[in-house]
């Protein structure tokens, strides 16, 4: 950093000035610091406070600088310079809004936002502008896989934003599911009649659109590459194989029902017993007219029974809600109402989900003579002529039965979903070891593949336990674990066509933003604009492999020398390869183990007899940062004994960084991350599920050092915790207090 010249700027607004000893900060900045040029602003976010800083970058060459002020979640804006790199030092949320106040609290205080001073100052020094990696050559095509009403309307949405789409599907005709449905759930008012698909006439639009080609009776054979160059080999059925390169993907292959020959005590199987995919081609057949058993016989009695083998508790079945299965078994007990008011129509439930304007139409449907019976079908039985239904009904809470000459079975949506990875990395290491029918097992698995990434992770994006495409589901429903492909509609989870085309419009919009982020060499989400990424120095590299196993987006691949090979488009940047390197050779340029290490050793620890414990806290700058934050805003008061610091992800944590913190004399280490597990609510999947993983080894570390386990501390924050996260600190604190100060300060 030969050229590099380090800048200090230090905010006395917002109560800062009025509170601590700016000149004595400034003093640290400067002697401690090591700045070059230290200047205090009475309002450093203003038009006149921007402008300093912008005159010292443009006149007085400051590459690096420190902003003393508020938390770096705040003036994102304000304090964007995109030629300097950027430290940020908390002094409002993190220090003088949650210290109590009170003379008696002065010197904590001051002590409190010295040290984040120092940090502000160290992080500095050790990070660099990035320069990014901008692609000349980055497609910006999208790719649609699957020609259902979510695909058509995610090819449809990205061509008429002006982007050309390649669209793969494997039948001879545009509009998958759809194509069987004889008339819609409503989604227009007045939300009282089932109303035409449309389906049609949206695959005569996408196939006449200019920037949309159409590729049928087709699959994609081969999918390697990254955003922004992903390469795609499209087999055509007749044997022909089209080349394509493509920005990103979206994967909109839809779902197939549910069996109902799997649920033969509700006489799946039997000749008069349907599902609802089955109701709608006798309705289509009858297109209007009377509705016919397969045997002929036109309806006269109809039963309904929702949630077949749905929401089961058994372990047999699917455990979820479909979320559309009630509005379609009305709908379809409007098509027999429509006809012949006088047909005996009975939709049997346990509890009525209707998304959207459900319940306008169902009300039009009770108006209409639709029967609505609250219980639970037991069996259902065949007898040719007529078929019984013995349920308990609810209301009553007595058992009984209904007769009608026709059942259907609201069986629930299944995923489209391609291979489980779980089951393909089980199958590939049997193989590699010889298992020839694992080897047998593997060819069919690949046969099943949607998109066949040639990603040493497997061929498939993970999914859920039940198949879904694993995804954000609450900050980011379309990302999958694939950076640059997208699932859309029930693909990503159970839901009508009004909420897949408006999912596949979504996913559309995330497609282009991905596109654009690529040809920029920017990150995708959630560090959108970030145009660092990871560089490993090889020449210390133990070929370990954790970093290629533990990412959790598939973004490391291994070279011909079995090295980790970086693909910087598919990564998020949140770092888990670096706390996954047990030699630290992997760092960003704006975030490294050397960046977070000096400042976990800026921090000024008292000696023993001082009596001032000094607690580190590593927060997950997504969750558990912002809930800190939130702690200072409603002036909720923690121990300032703390010092923390937010990091991109608890998996980038490096243990390294807890045991220099231990050996320098700090007396506890709190990990913060977000929610880990099945619902998981961590912004990157695996991240804190991967730290505390970690950190459950680090129990002979501390026994080699003479400290109690207790004195590394990992938990699960939500970014709504704001009061339970101050009283954490508080009651770690206190715990701290009763075990003692460590033994290690003077030796660090």
Partial sequence: MADSKFAAYICTGCGIGDTLDVPMLEKIAQKEGKMALVKSHPFLCST???????????????????????????????????????????????????????????????????????????????????????????????????????????????AEAGYAVTLVEKSGALGGFANNLWKRVPFAAPYADAQPVGAAELAAKVSGHAKIKVHLNAVVAETSG?????????????GGMTDDVCGAIIQATGFTPYDPARLPELGGGQPNVVDQAGLEALAKAADGGPIKRADG???????FV?????????????????????????????????????????????????????????????????????????????????????????????????????????????????????????????????????????????????????????????????????????????????????????????????????????????????????????????????LSYPVARL?????????????????????????????????????????????????????????????????????EFEEKPRILILACENDAYPALDMAGIQRLSYSAFVRAIPVRCLGSVNTIWITDALNSGYDGVMLMGCKKGDDYQCHFVKGSEMAFYRTSKIDDTLKQLGLEPERVLSLEVAITDNARVAKLINDYAEQINEIGLSPMKGFG
């Fill in 226 to 238: 990254a955003p922004g160059r992903f390469a795609v080999k499209i087999a055509q059925e007749s």
């Fill in 297 to 303: 016989k036109e309806v006269k009695s109809v039963v």
């Fill in 48 to 158: 006149d406070g921007v402008k300093l800083i912008e005159d010292d970058i443009a006149n007085e060459g400051v590459t690096h600088l420190c902003i003393a002020a508020c938390s770096r979640r705040a003036k994102v804006e304000a304090f964007r310079f995109p030629a300097a790199a950027v430290s940020r030092a908390n002094l409002r949320e993190g220090v003088i809004w949650v210290v109590a106040e009170g003379a008696e609290h002065d010197a904590v205080r001051q002590e409190m936002a010295e040290d984040y001073v120092r940090m502000g100052c160290a992080e500095i020094k050790k990070m660099k502008v990035p320069a990014g990696n901008v692609k000349e050559a980055s497609s910006k095509k999208i790719l649609v896989v699957g020609g259902g009403l979510s695909g058509m309307t995610a090819a449809l949405a990205a």
């Fill in 539 to 607: 020449e210390g590299c133990t070929q370990c492999k954790r970093c290629t196993v533990e990412c959790p987006f598939g973004a490391i691949d291994e070279d011909e020398k079995r090295f980790p090979k970086f693909n910087e488009e598919r990564c998020r940047r949140c770092g888990t390869c670096m706390g996954a390197c047990p030699v630290r050779v992997i760092s960003f340029e704006n975030y490294s183990v050397d960046t977070v290490g000096s400042q976990i050793k800026a921090v000024n620890i008292p000696d």
């Fill in 306 to 530: 929702q949630c077949a083998g749905q929401r089961d508790a058994s372990g047999q079945h699917l455990p979820y809600c479909s979320g559309h299965c009630c509005a379609t078994s009305i709908k379809q007990a409007t098509y027999f109402k429509d006809r012949d008011a006088g047909i005996n129509a009975v939709v049997m439930y346990q509890d009525l989900r209707v998304p959207g304007m459900g319940e306008d139409f169902y009300r039009s449907a009770q108006d209409k003579g639709v029967t609505f019976v609250k219980g639970r079908a037991a069996r259902v039985t065949d007898g040719g002529g007529a078929c019984k239904v013995d349920f308990k009904d609810l209301i009553l809470d007595e058992d009984t039965s209904i007769e009608a000459d026709l059942v259907v079975l609201a069986t629930g949506q299944v995923p489209n979903a391609g291979v489980n990875l779980d089951e393909w990395t089980a199958t590939v290491t049997a193989a590699e070891s010889g298992d020839e029918a694992a080897k047998t097992r593997k060819d069919e698995l690949l046969k099943t593949s949607v998109l066949s990434l040639n990603y040493r992770q497997g061929p498939d994006m993970p999914q859920f336990k039940y198949g879904f495409a694993d995804s954000h589901f609450i900050c980011f429903p379309y990302e999958t674990r694939r950076t640059g492909i997208y699932a859309a509609g029930p693909v990503r989870r159970p839901m009508d066509i009004l909420q897949a085309t408006e999912d596949a419009t979504g996913a559309a919009l995330k497609a282009i933003q991905a596109v654009e982020n690529a040809a920029r060499g920017r990150a995708a989400h959630p560090r959108v604009g970030d």
